[in-house]
Nanobody, 116 residues
Framework: QVQLVESGGGLVQAGGSLRLSCAAS????????MGWYRQAPGNQRELVAS???????NYVDSVKGRFTISRDSAKNTVYLQMNSLKPEDTAVYYC??????????WGQGTQVTVSS
């Protein structure tokens, strides 16, 4: 089995920064893609950013230029550096990873609140 453990959420003022981390553990053969999703109250969960095993990245338009996703494959960890945060970034952020053999897993979620 595998699991994802997130950390780094919290409360920050608009314009501030936060860095989210997500570490995978367990019986890991390999991980193809890793990503961050978010869900605000009343909204559907949306993809924020993703990164493949080769390092290719993808971002939702609303965070381009402000958020950066990165990955430490040796540590099976993915990061999301969030700068210039806005109140509309407030949401629960979920880590997702696609594991060889195990399939897709989700983290437990971490709350990010941006005050105006």
């Amino acid at each position: 089995q595998v699991q994802l453990v997130e950390s780094g959420g919290g409360l920050v003022q608009a314009g501030g920064s936060l860095r989210l981390s997500c570490a995978a553990s367990g019986t890991i053969f390999s991980i193809s893609a890793m990503g961050w999703y978010r869900q605000a109250p009343g909204n559907q969960r949306e993809l924020v950013a993703s990164i493949t095993s080769s390092g290719s990245t993808n971002y939702v338009d609303s965070v381009k230029g402000r958020f950066t996703i990165s990955r430490d494959s040796a540590k099976n960890t993915v990061y999301l550096q969030m700068n210039s945060l806005k109140p509309e970034d407030t949401a629960v952020y979920y880590c997702n990873a696609v594991f060889t053999f195990w399939g897709a897993y989700w983290g437990q979620g971490t709350q990010v609140t941006v005050s105006s």
